[in-house]
């Protein structure tokens, strides 16, 4: 609990934090957890408390706290060439090889990539990047962005406005032209009586309808989670991206794939669109490309988006975009480390290995009556809290049912992440099944005594 003398931890972190993403009551009831280490999936506090980080610090310490591959990495590269640029024609030999690496590892067989500090601005780089394409190919009109309710895409200007949550009104955003469709979650959105399959069917059908409202002409492109992640991880319906791939195929919009979760091996593939099975045009990559490491993100654009765009560069001899440190040499270096790490060190393998485990916890706790939902993909789930399951009434939003949760499972030191009223579990692909049989257990306290506080 918090320590309140004015020279504490917690005081301090308050008095000179403007705390993002964090409930303020709870924070000043409680204090923050100021970490210092990290040990394997475990994270340690200033007063020496061990907590199973089962978020993996923000979806992305894969390989989690101290891996020894990744930080010797760094050192080497920060020993060889600590820091430079991709502006000019120049970048160091560790961005020429990673960019062959993310196409090699990519579905695409040719590409090209470009380089930011993080997924928000992956997102805003592919969204110029669509719109300098179109203004080059003559239909600048082309500029409005879809993507869906429930989407989380970043907090930048532009990517907020792609990320389909009504927190962003408080900065009068989404900016003009940014549309979001029906967040494609059966459980949820499903209607009365309603198959899974129709309800696909009606996901498809509403993206013809806003195309033809808005006209193909004035649209620069989709994107999309393969499974929604800070959207409270919702897996599309079956066959979502199988019927709207045609739609945006048949009037030339282009797919993005936002992979800023599910590439590297999240969901059991190295990317989330190939665990559902379609291409996309471009992929956005950032958190796991470096396992946490370092701020990285990257837009991998397939063949033909490659081609189009540099042909586009080559005609005004420039793509006038770039950020300081993009493709830094210490991030390439252990994002090539991290790679390997997880294609070759058996951390997809574990994903793997370990996904029946983490599924059977998670439908294990979901028999409790007052969890409406299991949902998940790989080692990604979450647990839907429910007043009433038949109704899938949810519980009173003052309640705070889900922060609840998550306090009481920081209270027992395990981490876990409420979003509305789901709890999310996206452990690091290192964990092991003994310490997953804690994450549950430690799970399943916190729910029993939380519902029976609201009961
Ligand atoms: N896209 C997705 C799918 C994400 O989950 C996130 C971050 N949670 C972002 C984009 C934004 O990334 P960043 O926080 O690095 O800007």
């Not at 110029?128 to 930048?156: C, D, Q, S």
């Not at 090539?336 to 997809?348: P, R, T, Y």
């Not at 409406?372 to 647990?383: F, H, I, N, P, T």
């Amino acid at each position: 609990m918090r320590d309140t003398a004015p020279n504490s931890w917690e005081s301090r972190a308050d008095a000179h934090s403007l705390y993002g993403f964090t409930d303020l009551p709870s924070i000043h009831a409680r204090g923050a957890v100021v970490l210092t280490h990290g040990e394997g999936p475990y994270v340690v506090d200033v007063h020496g408390r061990r907590y199973l980080d089962a978020n993996s610090g923000l979806w992305n310490m894969v390989a989690g706290f101290d891996h020894p591959g990744l930080i010797a990495a760094a050192k080497a590269q920060y020993d060889r060439f600590p820091g430079y640029h991709a502006f000019f024609g120049r970048m160091s030999d560790q961005t020429v090889m990673l960019s062959e690496k993310l196409v090699e590892v990519s579905p695409f067989d040719r590409g090209r990539v470009f380089y930011t500090n993080s997924g928000s601005e992956a997102n805003d780089t592919m969204v110029k990047i669509l719109w300098f394409l179109h203004g080059a190919e003559g239909k600048p009109e082309r500029r409005k962005i879809l993507t869906r309710w429930n989407g989380y895409h970043g907090v930048t200007v532009v990517s907020a406005s792609m990320t389909g949550k009504p927190y962003n009104s408080v900065f009068g955003l989404p900016l003009p032209g940014f549309i979001h469709l029906t967040c494609p979650h059966y459980w949820r959105e499903g209607r009365p009586g309603e198959s899974e399959a129709d309800f696909t069917r009606r996901m498809a059908q509403e993206l013809e309808d806003v195309i033809a409202r808005e006209g193909a002409d004035t649209i620069a492109g989709f994107f999309a989670e393969p499974v929604m992640g800070a959207g409270g991880v919702i897996p599309p319906s079956a066959g979502y991206f199988q019927a709207i791939q045609p739609i945006l195929k048949k009037h030339g919009i282009p797919l993005i794939a936002d992979e800023v979760i599910t590439g590297f091996g999240r969901t059991g593939h190295v990317w989330g669109s190939q665990t559902y099975d379609f291409t996309p045009d471009a992929i956005i990559s950032s958190k796991n490309i470096t396992a946490g490491f370092f701020p990285m993100g990257a837009v991998i654009l397939g063949p033909e988006l490659a081609d189009r765009v540099q042909a586009a560069a080559e005609a005004i001899e420039e793509f006038p975009h770039g950020f300081t440190a993009s493709g830094h040499p210490v991030g390439c270096a252990i994002a090539l480390k991290a790679i390997e790490v997880v294609m070759n060190e058996g951390l997809l393998d574990n994903v793997r290995a370990l996904t029946p485990r983490f599924e059977a916890g998670l439908r294990e706790l979901a028999r409790n009556p007052n969890i409406g939902e299991w949902r998940g993909k790989g080692l990604m789930g979450a647990l839907e809290a429910v007043k009433d399951k038949a109704t899938k009434t949810p519980f009173d939003s003052k309640l705070s049912v889900s922060e609840r949760i998550a306090n009481t499972c920081t209270d027992l030191g395990l981490i876990c992440r409420p979003l509305g009223q789901a709890v999310v579990l996206c452990p690091p692909f290192i964990i092991t099944e003994a310490q997953m049989d804690e994450m549950f257990d430690k799970l399943g306290q916190a729910l029993t005594k939380v519902f029976a506080e609201v009961a």
